[in-house]
């Protein structure tokens, strides 16, 4: 009886904490997003080198959910647009944005078929969770310039289905797996946690 009312109550503490957790701060984020785009956008070359970010010298790009739309958006501005070597995402979505609000004109909307990048990004690998409802595959809506279709991995964080629906989207910088996909992605299999 006490298993049984456990799982009763995961069942009905789940979707009030994922709505709390996950959905609520990533829906407060995108509507900051859209609203200073160009100025989040800004700050984000202040931080990259001078002269990196382009064509001559690509940048290597990790980024986490919204970050990795954040990354894309900029690769695909037909002003200045961000150079990246190797682009990895994590919890990322924009294949979801892609298909339901096209990011930019700079592509052509998904039609069912992979929609061709720009050479903006050389190589991609997208990592994600099942149970991350914020993750999203990247390789059936998009085609990198040189043809290839960007890299999933999907990575477990977690056994239990509640646990995993819960903490999945934040569990990416401390699964082992993701590691590995990190150095398999930026070409050098001597990262370590501590260097992430």
């Given amino acids: 009886k ?38 989040i956008h800004k ?9 990196y970010g382009t064509k001559r010298r690509p940048v290597s ?3 986490h959910s919204l970050g990795g739309v954040i990354a894309f958006d900029m690769a695909l ?11 990895v ?7 979801f944005f892609h298909i339901h609000d096209p990011r930019s004109k700079a592509i052509a909307p ?20 099942r149970h991350d409802y914020l993750a999203f595959a ?3 809506v998009f085609r ?5 279709r960007p890299r999933d991995v999907e990575v477990k964080s977690h056994e239990d289905y509640f646990s995993g629906i819960v903490s999945s989207h934040g569990s990416y910088w401390t699964n082992p797996d993701v590691l590995t996909s990190l150095a398999m992605a930026l070409g050098d299999s001597h990262i370590t946690s501590t260097q992430l």
Avoid: C
């Fill in 2 to 39: 006490k298993a049984v009312r456990e799982v009763a109550l995961k069942i009905e503490q789940t979707p009030r904490m994922v709505a709390t957790n996950l959905f609520l701060p990533f829906i407060g984020d995108i509507i900051l997003y859209q609203g200073s785009k160009q100025r």
């Fill in 43 to 51: 700050m984000i070359r202040k931080v990259i080198p001078r002269g």
């Fill in 61 to 63: 790009i990790v980024a």
């Fill in 77 to 87: 501005t037909r002003q200045r647009p961000l150079w990246i070597k190797h682009f």
């Fill in 89 to 95: 995402t994590m919890g990322s979505q924009p294949g």
């Fill in 110 to 129: 998904f039609a069912g078929k992979p929609i061709d990048l720009p050479a903006t990004i050389s190589s991609w690998t997208n990592i994600w969770d």
């Fill in 138 to 140: 990247a390789d059936a």
């Fill in 144 to 148: 990198l310039n040189q043809g290839s």
